[in-house]
C-alpha cells in the first residue's frame, strides 16, 4: 500500500511540474499574442543537459568526418592540425559524457508547442526549468537547437 502511495504522489508531482510548465508557457503566448482567444493544447519536451551534450558531439563529430574528408582530399599541414584539433574536442567530449553520467538526466529547458485558436496556429516557447522564457516564436526555424545550459565542463573544452 505505501508504495502505490508514493507512486502516486511521484506521479502528481510530475504532473504538477508540467501544469506549471504548461501555464508559464500559455502565460507567455497570451501576452506575447494578442489575438489569443483560446488555447487548444500544450505540448512540453524535457530537454536534458543530456540532450544538449548529445547535439554538442554529433556537431563535434561532423567537424571531424569534415576535417577527416579535407585532409584525405587535399592533404596539407593545415588540414592535418584541424583534424587532430576536432578528434582531440570529439574525446574530450565524450570523456566529459562519461564523467558527466550523474547529471546528464538532469532537465535543462522545455520545449513547448502551444496551440491556440485553431489547431495549426503553432507557437513554440521554450522555457528554462524555473518557468522562465528562453525564446517564443511562431517561426519553427527560430527555435533553439539545444536551449538551456550546457553540462558543466563544456565550454571549458570548446574554448581550448
Known amino acids: 500500500m505505501k508504495r502505490i502511495l508514493i507512486l502516486a504522489a511521484l506521479m502528481m508531482a510530475a504532473c504538477s511540474g508540467n501544469d506549471r510548465i504548461s501555464s508559464r508557457a500559455e502565460h507567455f503566448v497570451r501576452t506575447t499574442y ?30 571531424m568526418e ?40 538532469e532537465a535543462t529547458a522545455y520545449n513547448c508547442i502551444v496551440a491556440y485558436n485553431n489547431p495549426s496556429n503553432l507557437v513554440w516557447v521554450q522555457l528554462d526549468p524555473a518557468g522562465n522564457l528562453l525564446n517564443i516564436t511562431k517561426d519553427m526555424g527560430k527555435v533553439l537547437l539545444n536551449p538551456g545550459e550546457d553540462v558543466p565542463g563544456y565550454l571549458q573544452i570548446v574554448s581550448k
Open 66 to 105: 569534415f576535417s577527416a574528408m579535407m585532409f584525405r582530399d587535399y592533404g596539407g599541414k593545415v588540414y592535418e592540425e584541424d583534424l587532430m584539433k576536432h578528434r582531440a574536442r570529439v574525446a574530450s567530449l565524450d570523456s566529459l559524457k562519461a564523467a558527466s553520467a550523474d547529471i546528464l538526466g
Open 34 to 63: 494578442n489575438d489569443v482567444d483560446r488555447i487548444l493544447s500544450v505540448r512540453i519536451d524535457t530537454v536534458t543537459l543530456g540532450d544538449n551534450l548529445d547535439y554538442r558531439i554529433e556537431q563535434a563529430r561532423h567537424n
